[in-house]
């Protein structure tokens, strides 16, 4: 993407929450890097009835509907992306596990959580509920989970998403991983 198309990118999102323009606009250009991203999510899992399209239409219903919203930038636009897919996916999982099994949530190991694109409903509201638990202990590290594992960002994406180094990510990365891994052991 040139420089000038980055730039005008830029200024339709800083406008996002005063013209409905140019929400339309910035969805209509990045539309196919979320559908990209939607798509890693969901590659290789059994998502059931939710699919890639369904869920980059309700995040940007979310994303959409708040008009007060404004992003400094592409990487501060893909973060709220990603935290609305993240909403949109933990809702799904609460919907298929209502009635079915109860309230209670078992524990995931962390590999599941981490290498499995969507895991069953079940271990998606567990991850989400640890995932909160680290966000209040370290926000840096909870957004570097949300933008590796919902967004399917890579180091380098993520590192450009927070401006910020690729060696903090990937740090940062390490430790959050192994924070879920006890978080969701015990």
């Not at 919203?69 to 636009?77: E, I, L, N, P, T």
């Not at 298929?96 to 509201?125: F, H, Q, W, Y």
């Not at 590290?141 to 380098?156: P, S």
């Amino acid at each position: 993407m040139s420089d000038a198309r980055k730039l005008e990118i830029t200024g339709m999102l800083a406008r996002w929450g005063s013209s409905p323009q140019a929400r339309e606009d910035t969805v209509r250009i990045l539309y196919g890097e979320l559908r990209q991203m939607a798509g890693r999510i969901f590659s290789g899992s059994n998502a059931g009835t939710l699919q890639p399209t369904a869920l980059i239409n309700e995040a940007m219903l979310k994303l959409l509907g708040d008009a007060a919203a404004s992003f400094d930038d592409r990487g501060h636009f893909f973060g709220a992306a990603a935290r609305a897919m993240r909403q949109v996916l933990v809702d799904h999982a609460r919907r298929k596990c209502s009635g079915k099994r109860g309230d209670g949530v078992g524990t995931l190991s962390l590999d599941v959580a981490l290498n499995v694109a969507v895991p069953p409903p079940d271990e998606m509201i567990a991850l989400d509920a640890v995932l909160n638990e680290l966000e209040a202990l370290d926000p840096d590290a909870a957004r570097v989970v949300e933008l590796r594992y919902f967004a399917g960002l890579t180091l380098a994406e993520t590192a450009a998403a927070l401006g910020v180094h690729p060696s903090t990510v990937s740090a940062e990365w390490v430790h959050a991983r192994a924070w879920l891994k006890r978080a969701l052991e015990s």
